[in-house]
């Protein structure tokens, strides 16, 4: 079992994540690749569901998470296909990939239906112990004047309504605090993570620095208008997990974790403009691949966020990081390792390193440190200025 307090790591194949009273090792821990962030025709994506797991499952994903818009896919419902180019092509796809006899359609003075499949009807074609998850999530989605408000719940049981309030704060006070509920009341592990921060600039710094129970946001989102790198005026999604680290560190609140989701919306266009899969995911060690091990891994800080790079040794402890990049031959790599000293306000690069590995032990006067790993290796399908493929770890402090 991993604790939040672990010492975490993965040389070679070789894991060790230990605690006081807790092991994890290489016995029963592995590497699991996902998206927690993840949209199909349940709610504004373009495709079925069925031919969005085909494509992750194919892709080397390990779990996946469709966090649809204030609905789960737990009952009745059907897209029209009307004279939508796009839809007809997805739905020769989809005949294509599944036959005849698992698509269920309907004709009528409205034209063609195609009933969708819920969660627990096509679950059963992919998933596989140890190999592919599906886990239920929710995008708990709401807003207040032109700013949108979005939050992804992962594993939860039951759909949580859009949540009401007078402020930002407000609103995605009460959407933590719901999931908060539903985990307590059902003893099923779920987390909550705040979308896109930067999304029409919804969420400010201060707004995140005002909240409770909030462990994780996106560091990295794929879709096109979320203004991860911020702008003249904005800061950035980097540069705000750092201060908003800062001050949750003050305040005594635990440290915020950082995710890369893809936030995939299209699937049969491709190319900047467009919210397309295989952009950013997560690789969480974890005992096993079921939801309460991820969430628990997730949880612990067990995990690092990637746009490409893929690390072959990862040590996190007490105050100290050690990293070596699984390099792919003709690639450069350049590790920064990051963080804030102590009464600062502001974060810097406190060392960095041209190559594959790279250690750094935390100085009796530094808060917290991470590390950003970059490679001049061009992404196959970029969005904003992020051409080059990267990854980021979570920070650790003296304490962990």
């Known amino acids: 079992m991993v604790s939040s307090k672990a010492a975490f790591i993965y040389l070679l194949g070789?894991?060790?994540?230990?605690?006081?009273?807790?092991?994890?090792?290489?016995?029963?821990?592995?590497?699991?690749?996902?998206?927690?962030?993840?949209?199909?025709?349940?709610?504004?994506?373009?495709?079925y569901p069925e031919m969005i797991m085909d494509w992750y499952q194919s892709h080397g994903y390990q779990f996946v998470a469709l966090s649809e818009h204030n609905i789960i896919a737990d009952h009745e419902k059907w897209v029209r296909i009307g004279q939508d180019s796009l839809k007809k092509v997805a739905l020769n796809n989809y005949r294509g990939r599944f036959g005849d006899d698992w698509v269920v359609d309907q004709l009528d003075e409205n034209g063609l239906a195609i009933k969708l499949k819920t969660l627990e009807e096509y679950r059963p074609i992919f998933e596989e112990p140890g190999k592919f998850l599906i886990i239920q999530s929710e995008e708990i989605t709401n807003q207040i004047g032109d700013k949108p408000l979005h939050l992804n719940a992962t594993n939860l049981r039951n759909l949580i309504e859009p949540q009401q309030g007078e402020s930002v704060v407000e609103i995605l006070q009460k959407s933590i605090d719901a999931v908060q509920q539903q985990r307590e009341e059902t003893d099923q592990p779920m987390i909550i993570h705040l979308n896109h921060p930067n999304f029409h600039y919804a969420v400010s710094l201060e707004d995140m620095i005002a909240l409770r129970g909030e462990q994780f946001f996106e560091v990295f989102n794929g879709h096109p208008q979320v203004h991860n790198q911020g702008d003249s005026v904005h800061i950035g999604t980097e540069e705000m997990w750092d201060l908003v680290n800062i001050a949750y560190l003050r305040q005594g609140k635990p440290m915020l974790y950082a995710l890369g989701t893809d936030d995939s919306h299209n699937y049969h266009r491709m190319g900047r403009q467009w919210s397309n899969s295989g952009r950013g995911w997560v690789m969480v060690y974890a005992n096993e691949l079921t939801p309460e091990a991820i969430i628990e891994a997730l949880e612990a800080g067990a995990f690092y966020a990637s746009t490409g790079v893929t690390f072959a040794k990862l040590e996190t402890e007490e105050g100290a990081i050690r990293i070596e990049v699984a390099a792919e031959p003709g690639?450069?790599?350049?590790?920064?390792?990051?963080?804030?000293?102590?009464?600062?306000?502001?974060?810097?690069v406190f060392e960095e390193v041209d190559g594959v590995s790279g250690a750094y032990t935390l100085q009796p006067d530094q808060l917290f440190v991470r590390a950003k790993v970059l490679s001049d290796k061009q992404h196959p399908n970029p969005i904003e200025q992020l051409d080059m493929e990267m990854a980021w770890t979570q920070p650790v402090t003296h304490s962990h």
């Open 14 to 47: 070789l894991v060790v994540v230990s605690t006081s009273c807790r092991t994890v090792d290489s016995d029963t821990g592995h590497w699991y690749k996902g998206n927690l962030h993840t949209h199909s025709y349940w709610s504004d994506g373009d495709d």
């Open 331 to 348: 690639v450069h790599y350049h590790i920064q390792f990051i963080g804030c000293r102590q009464g600062g306000d502001h974060s810097e």
